[in-house]
C-alpha cells in the first residue's frame, strides 16, 4: 500500500481532491465559454472576507465563506447589468472589496490564528476533516444537480446572451445561477487548493481540454478528467514534497496545459495536411476539417 494511504488525513485529503477536481472545471466551462474566467479568483476573495468573518464571530467559516462567496457573486452580477458596468470592472471592486474585508476582519479577530488562515489561503492536506468531506460532498452534488438540470439553458446563455433572450430564457436568473454556482464551487475547494488559488482549477484544465476538442460537452468531460488527475497528483506530489497543495495542483495543471498546447499544435497541424492532401481529390471527412475558432464550440 502506497505510504500516503497510511494517514487518516489522506484518506479524507484524497477523495475530498477528487471531488473538487471534478466539479471546478464544470462551472469554469461555462465561465470560459462566457468569457468570465477571473469570476472565480474574484469570489476567492470574498469567501476570504466569509472566512475572517468566521474566525471574528466563532462560527464555521466554511458556513460564513458559503454565504458571503453567494451574497458577492450575486452583488457582482447586479453591478455588472443595472450599473451598467463592464464585466472587467465589476471583477475588479469585487476583488479589492473581498481582499479588504477580510483583511479588517482578521486584523479585529483577537488571537487570530495565521496558520489556520492560511490553510485557507493556499489549501492544506492536514487540515481536510471528516465533517470537510461530508461538506464537500454535498455541495458538489448540488453544483452537479443544478448544472445538470440547467445545463442546455446555460450553455445558450454562454454561447449568446442575444440568442437566449430572444429565445425566452430568464437571462438575469441564468447568470445568477452561474455566479452562485461558482461561489459554491469556490467554497468546495477552498480547503483543498485555497481560495487564492481555486480559479486556477476553474480555468487551467478548460483551457487545456479546448487544445484538443472543439466540442462543448466533450471539452467539459476531458476538462472534468485533467482536473481530477491534477488534483490527486498535485496533492500526492504535495505530502512527498511538503509543500502547500493548492501550489503543487496549479502548477500540475499548469504543465498539463502546456503538453495540451503542444498537442493540439500537433494535431490541428496534422488536420491541415490532411485536408490539403485532399483538396486535389475527395473532400476531407469531417473528422479532419481544419481547426475553428475556439470561441465558438459546438455541443
Do not use: K, W
Amino acid at each position: 500500500m502506497p505510504e500516503l494511504l497510511q494517514y487518516d488525513f489522506m484518506l479524507r485529503a484524497l477523495p475530498a481532491a477528487a471531488l473538487v477536481g471534478l466539479v471546478a472545471p464544470v462551472i469554469g466551462t461555462f465561465l470560459v465559454q462566457r468569457r468570465l474566467a477571473l469570476l472565480g479568483d474574484g469570489i476567492g476573495h470574498v469567501a476570504l472576507t466569509g472566512v475572517a468573518l468566521g474566525f471574528l464571530t466563532g462560527t464555521s467559516p466554511v458556513l460564513t465563506a458559503l454565504v458571503i462567496s453567494a451574497v458577492g457573486a450575486v452583488v457582482i452580477e447586479l453591478i455588472r447589468v443595472r450599473a451598467r458596468a463592464s464585466g472587467d470592472v465589476a471583477l475588479a471592486l469585487l476583488f479589492y472589496g473581498g481582499i479588504a474585508g477580510g483583511v479588517l476582519l482578521i486584523g479585529l479577530t483577537p488571537g487570530s490564528n495565521n496558520a489556520t488562515l492560511t490553510s485557507f489561503l493556499f489549501g492544506s492536506v492536514s487540515s481536510v476533516g471528516p465533517e470537510d468531506v461530508y461538506v464537500v460532498t454535498a455541495l458538489a452534488a448540488l453544483v452537479l444537480l443544478v448544472i445538470g438540470y440547467f445545463g442546455r439553458e446555460l450553455f445558450v446563455l454562454c454561447q449568446d446572451e442575444e440568442v437566449a433572450r430572444a429565445h425566452g430564457l430568464p437571462v438575469r436568473l441564468l447568470s445568477l445561477i452561474i455566479a452562485v454556482t461558482a461561489a459554491v464551487t469556490v467554497v468546495i475547494a477552498m480547503r483543498v487548493v485555497g481560495v487564492l488559488m481555486v480559479s486556477a482549477l476553474m480555468v487551467v484544465p478548460v483551457a487545456s481540454a479546448q487544445q484538443l476538442t472543439r466540442s462543448f460537452r466533450v471539452t467539459m468531460g476531458l476538462a472534468m478528467a485533467i482536473g481530477v488527475t491534477a488534483s490527486l497528483g498535485g496533492l500526492s506530489t504535495a505530502f512527498y514534497v511538503d509543500v502547500a497543495p493548492g501550489a503543487a495542483i496549479v502548477l500540475l495543471s499548469l504543465t498539463v496545459f502546456t503538453g495540451a498546447v503542444g498537442a493540439g499544435y500537433l494535431l490541428r497541424h496534422g488536420r491541415d495536411r490532411t485536408g490539403t492532401a485532399r483538396s486535389d481529390g475527395e473532400p476531407p471527412s469531417v473528422g479532419t476539417m481544419p481547426q475553428t475558432d475556439r470561441g465558438s464550440v459546438s455541443t
